[in-house]
C-alpha cells in the first residue's frame, strides 16, 4: 500500500498547485511568465512548465492580445501529442495572419518542422524549415535565420553529412546570436559531428564545458547527454568499457523519462557489447532497441546495423523463426530509412545548398554596383571561373569517358580469361586421354632440367647466403596458396603480422617471399588478390551489383569505401561505379 499512497499523496499536490499557481502568477508580466516557463521547461519539470504555459495562454485571451496569444499557443504545444501539438501551432498562423509582425510566419514553420523531426517525417521536416527560412530571411530576421539554418545542420548531421553540419554548428557556436540554453544545445550537436566525422582533437574539452554547465544550471537532461557523448567518444576509440560506463549513467536517466535518446543509447551499448565480443549483451540491448522502434516507428539510420547482426546471430544459433522475424523488421525500417535518405540528399542540396550559393552570388553582385572597377574585376573573376568550370567539367567527362574504356577493356578481359580457362580444361581432358607417354618424356625431360636448376639455385644460395631456404619457401608458398583459395584475404583487420603469425613464419621470411614470389610488397599483394576477386564477382554476381559501395566494401574486408575505392581505382584504373555501371551496360546489350 505504500506505493499507492505515495502516488494518491503526489497527486492531491499536484491538484492543490494547479489550483492555486495561477492565482500566484497574477502579478508576473509575459516576459516573466516565459522565463519561468524555459526554468521549469529545461529542468523536466513538466506539469509545473504545463500550468505556466496554459496560464500564459489563458491571459492572452482574456486579454484579446493576438501576438501574446501566439506566444501562447508555442508555449503550450511543447508538452502535447503530435495531432494536438499540430492544431496548437496551426492557431499561431489563424491569430497572426492580419499581424504586422509577420515573424510568427517563420517561427510557425519552424514550430511545424520541428513536430516532424521529432517524430521521424524528415521530409515534411526539412520542407518546413526550408519555409521557415525564406520567411526568415525575408524578415532579414538574424535570430530566426540561425534558428532554420541550426535545424537543416540537423538534418545534414542525421543523413551523415557531419562535416557540412559541423561547419554550421560551429559557425554559431562561436557567435554571439544564441541564449545560454541554445548555445549549450549547438555545442552537443558539434561534438556529435565532430566524433561521427572522428575529428576528437576537441571533444574533450567542449565534453568538460558542457558538463560544466550542466552542473551549474542543475539539468539533468543535458547532463546525461552529455555522459552519451563522452561514452560516444570512447566507443570510437575502441575503449569499450569505459564507454559501457558513461552509456549506462546517461540510459539509466533517458529510459526513466522514455526519451528517444534512450534509443541512441542502446544502439551504442550493443555496439560497446559487440566491440567486446559478448554477443549474448549485444543482443540483449539490440532487442530492446527493436522493441523501442516497432512501439514508436522512429528510426536512425545504424539501425540497418542492428538487424544484420541480429540476422546473423540467429542465423548462427539455428533460430530460423527469430531470423525470418529480423530479416522482415530490417526490410521494413530499410525501406522508410531509403527513401528518406533519397528525398532529403536530393532536395538538401537543390532547396538549401544551391539557393545559399546563389544568394552569395547575388550579394557579390550588388556589392559590385556601388564599385566600377570591382565590378569589371569580379565579373572576370567570374568569367574565369566559368571557363576553369567548364574545362573542369569537359575534363571530367573525358576521364569517365576513359574510365569507362578501361572497365569496358577489364570486362572483356575477364570474360576472355574464362573462356581460355574452359579450353584449357579441354585440352587437359586431350592431354589425358590421347598423350600420356608424351607427357611422360616431357615429365623426365622437365626433371632433369628441375635438378640442373636446383643445382644452379643451391650453388647461388650458398654464395650469396641471402636467400630462404627451398622448404621454407614452399611452405610459405603452399600456405599462401590456401591463403588465396579459401578466400581468407576476404577478413576484416589482415596485417603481414597476423597473416604471418597464422601460417607460423615471422614477418621477415612472409614479406620475402610475398616480394620475390609475387613481385610485390603485403599491402599491395592483399589489395590486387581482393580486387581481381571482386571484379570477377562483380561480373558475375547481380545481387552483390546492387548494393551500395559500403556494403561491397565491407563484404571485401575494407574498414571504409574510401579505401575500397583507392584501392580498386588503383589496380584497375578506372572506379567502382563506373565498372559496375559498365557491366550493367554490357548485361542490356
Not at 511543447?78 to 501551432?89: L, V
Not at 527493436?290 to 546471430?313: G, H, Q, S
Amino acid at each position: 500500500m505504500r506505493l499507492i499512497f505515495t502516488f494518491l499523496l503526489l497527486s492531491a499536490n499536484f491538484f492543490y498547485a494547479q489550483k492555486q499557481l495561477p492565482d500566484s502568477l497574477k502579478r508576473f508580466g509575459y516576459a516573466e511568465l516565459k522565463k519561468k516557463f524555459n526554468d521549469y521547461d529545461e529542468n523536466d519539470k513538466i506539469q509545473e512548465s504545463k500550468i505556466i504555459a496554459k496560464y500564459y495562454l489563458l491571459k492572452a485571451k482574456l486579454e484579446r492580445n493576438n501576438l501574446q496569444m501566439a506566444e501562447g499557443y508555442i508555449l503550450v504545444h511543447f508538452n502535447e501529442d503530435f495531432p494536438q501539438a499540430m492544431k496548437y501551432i496551426d492557431s499561431v498562423f489563424i491569430v497572426t495572419k492580419n499581424a504586422k509582425e509577420s515573424s510568427y510566419e517563420a517561427i510557425a514553420y519552424r514550430m511545424k518542422g520541428n513536430l516532424y523531426y521529432k517524430n521521424d517525417n524528415l521530409k515534411a521536416a526539412l520542407d518546413n524549415y526550408i519555409i521557415s527560412l525564406k520567411h526568415a530571411q525575408k524578415q532579414k530576421d538574424q535570430k530566426l535565420i540561425a534558428y532554420a539554418n541550426l535545424n537543416i545542420a540537423y538534418i545534414n548531421s542525421h543523413i551523415g553529412r557531419n562535416v557540412e553540419a559541423a561547419k554550421m554548428f560551429r559557425h554559431y557556436y562561436d557567435s554571439k546570436e544564441l541564449s545560454e540554453s541554445e548555445h549549450n544545445q549547438t555545442r552537443i550537436n558539434l561534438i556529435n559531428c565532430y566524433i561521427e566525422s572522428d575529428q576528437l582533437d576537441s571533444v574533450n574539452v567542449l565534453i568538460k564545458e558542457g558538463l560544466d554547465y550542466s552542473a551549474k544550471n542543475q539539468n539533468k537532461y543535458s547532463n546525461s547527454q552529455y555522459l552519451y557523448l563522452s561514452g560516444f567518444s570512447y566507443l570510437k576509440q575502441k575503449k569499450y568499457e569505459q564507454a559501457i560506463q558513461e552509456f549506462s549513467k546517461s540510459y539509466d536517466y533517458f529510459s526513466s523519462i522514455e526519451d528517444n535518446n534512450a534509443n541512441y543509447v542502446l544502439y551504442s551499448l550493443g555496439k560497446s557489447y559487440e566491440g567486446l565480443n559478448d554477443k549474448k549483451k549485444t543482443v540483449e540491448y539490440f532487442t530492446k532497441l527493436d522493441a523501442n522502434v516497432e512501439k514508436t516507428n522512429i528510426t536512425f539510420p545504424d539501425l540497418r546495423d542492428v538487424y544484420t547482426f541480429l540476422i546473423d546471430y540467429y542465423k548462427e544459433n539455428n533460430d530460423t523463426q527469430k531470423q525470418l522475424y529480423y530479416i522482415d523488421r530490417f526490410l521494413k525500417v530499410d525501406k522508410k530509412l531509403d527513401e528518406q535518405f533519397k528525398y532529403l540528399s536530393t532536395e538538401l542540396p537543390k532547396k538549401y545548398d544551391t539557393p545559399n550559393l546563389l544568394r552569395e552570388k547575388e550579394n557579390i553582385i550588388k556589392d559590385l554596383n556601388n564599385n566600377k572597377t570591382g565590378l569589371y574585376a569580379s565579373i572576370s573573376v567570374l568569367g574565369l571561373i566559368l571557363i576553369l568550370f567548364i574545362y573542369l567539367y569537359y575534363k571530367s567527362k573525358k576521364t569517365e569517358k576513359e574510365y569507362r574504356k578501361i572497365a569496358q577493356d577489364l570486362i572483356h578481359s575477364i570474360e576472355k580469361k574464362h573462356m581460355e580457362s574452359v579450353e584449357n580444361q579441354k585440352h587437359e581432358i586431350v592431354r589425358e586421354e590421347i598423350l600420356p607417354q608424351i607427357e611422360e618424356e616431357e615429365e623426365e625431360e622437365e626433371l632433369v632440367e628441375a635438378e640442373e636448376a636446383e643445382e644452379i639455385l643451391v650453388e647461388m644460395r650458398d654464395r650469396s647466403g641471402n636467400s630462404l631456404s627451398e622448404d621454407v619457401t614452399k611452405s610459405i608458398l603452399k600456405d599462401l596458396n590456401t591463403f588465396e583459395s579459401k578466400g581468407h584475404f576476404l577478413k576484416k583487420g589482415i596485417t603481414l603480422a597476423s597473416l604471418a603469425k597464422t601460417i607460423k613464419t615471422n614477418t621477415a621470411y612472409l614479406s620475402e617471399v610475398i616480394n620475390t614470389q609475387q613481385g610485390k610488397n603485403f599491402t599491395t599483394y592483399l589489395n590486387d588478390l581482393r580486387i581481381d576477386y571482386v571484379s570477377e564477382r562483380l561480373l558475375e554476381d547481380k545481387k552483390l551489383r546492387s548494393y551500395k559501395l559500403p556494403a561491397i566494401a565491407d563484404e571485401l574486408g575494407y574498414n571504409n569505401v574510401q579505401a575500397f575505392a583507392t584501392a580498386f581505382k588503383k589496380k584497375t584504373g578506372t572506379t567502382p561505379s563506373i565498372y559496375i555501371k559498365e557491366i550493367e551496360n554490357a548485361m542490356a546489350s
